[in-house]
């Protein structure tokens, strides 16, 4: 699975899985968006190719980048799965919790 934190984790990272949501978009046209430099956008760009989160081609001189719905979706699954299995083990402690008669009434 890739590492969505990591991928996610950062303002410019998830600023530019924004752009490329409508389509396609070269590095020069994703480098105008920012106020940083074009080297700055470079390491966010290979963190997402790291992670396979975007996928780069060459059109011509112009590298041109895209999202990789695929992997997205199967982050997407995994943590879904992550954060729910959590919020299960936490109902299941409420549920004895309460059931032992250990709740305290707030108005006592």
Same mark, same amino acid.
């Given at each position: ?26 590095? #020069? ?5 920012? &106020? ?22 060459? &059109?011509? #001189? ?25 919020? &299960? ?8 919790y309460v059931e032992k008669g250990e709740f305290q009434d707030?108005?006592?």
């Amino acid at each position: 699975m890739p590492d969505v934190y990591r991928a996610l984790g950062d303002s410019t990272r998830r600023g530019i899985l924004s752009m490329l949501k409508p389509g396609n978009k070269t590095q #020069k046209e994703l480098v105008k968006a920012f &106020d940083i430099s074009q080297p700055a956008i470079k390491k966010h760009l290979n963190i997402l190719l790291e992670e396979k989160i975007i996928s780069e081609s060459w &059109d011509g #001189k112009y590298r041109i980048y895209s999202l990789n719905p695929e992997v997205l979706q199967i982050a997407y699954n995994e943590v879904h799965q992550y954060i729910g299995e959590l919020l &299960d083990n936490q109902l299941v402690s409420l549920k004895n919790y309460v059931e032992k008669g250990e709740f305290q009434d707030e108005l006592d």
